[in-house]
């Protein structure tokens, strides 16, 4: 019930095109489902994020579209540039009594973006 | 100062060795995160302190050990690591708010190779 499915593992997109990630969940409790953006060798850096009572969310080239009742969310990307070549990780987080969140991760998409 | 710094970079070790991984903030965020990255793999949760308390221990086997000396420290301790305990080992902090989601921050990972 903890698992974050992610899909496709990898993705390889045109310049200019748009790419899309698509993730889901089975725990109705997770609260915030935030987008990590990750390049060889650095740490995640958070993207964008959604909570539930919202269907869609955009910054910039980024947007999330958030289907509450399948259970599912996705990332798509416009515009796509050779410098979001990435691996994106999609998580689900729950509040824990202790006031911090504890963070579930996808298995991540490898995302290439070709002049 | 929105970073998370981690030192060293980089680290090898023997399997006899002791070494320590640091990791400091000054976002003012009482919560601090150490997670375990392996290669083409998402962060796994390793601990978590919540106002310098150890709020979670995913099971971690005792060759690794915490430390969270002050709100803007956190140190792993290593001793006796085995050849698959090399990774990438990831910090994060994040406020602590009740009831509300909380962004982690992560830093940008010291690389662990165990000999």
């Known amino acids: 019930q903890q698992q974050v499915k992610q899909s496709p593992q990898s993705l390889i997109v045109q310049k200019g095109g748009i790419s899309i990630i698509n993730c889901a969940y089975e725990?109705?409790?997770?609260?915030?489902f935030p987008w990590y953006q990750q390049f060889p060798g650095k740490g995640p850096a958070l993207l964008i994020a959604?909570?539930?009572?919202?269907s869609e969310k955009k910054e910039g080239r980024f947007t999330i579209s958030f289907n509450k009742s399948a259970k599912q969310f996705s990332l798509h990307i416009m515009d796509s540039q050779p410098g979001d070549s990435a691996t994106y990780f999609c998580a689900a987080s729950m509040g824990q009594s202790g006031g911090y969140q504890k963070v579930t991760f996808g298995t991540g998409t490898k995302l290439q973006v070709i002049p | 100062d929105t970073e998370v710094t981690q030192t060293p970079k980089h680290l090898v070790m023997g399997m006899t060795n002791k070494k320590s991984l640091k990791c400091e903030q000054h976002m003012g965020h009482r919560a601090m995160y150490w997670y375990k990255q392996k290669a083409k793999k998402p962060p796994e949760l390793m601990f978590v302190y919540s106002y310098e308390k150890l709020s979670i221990n995913e099971s971690v086997p005792s060759r690794f050990s915490p430390e969270c000396p002050n709100s803007s420290l956190l140190n792993l301790h290593l001793h006796a690591l085995q050849p698959e305990d090399s990774a990438l080992y990831l910090c994060?902090?994040?406020?602590?708010?009740?009831?509300?989601?909380?962004?982690?921050?992560f830093g940008p990972g010291t690389r662990l190779t165990v000999l």
């Open positions: 959604i909570r539930p009572d919202v």
């Open positions: 725990n109705t409790a997770f609260d915030y």
């Open positions: 994060a902090s994040s406020q602590v708010l009740g009831g509300a989601p909380v962004w982690q921050f």
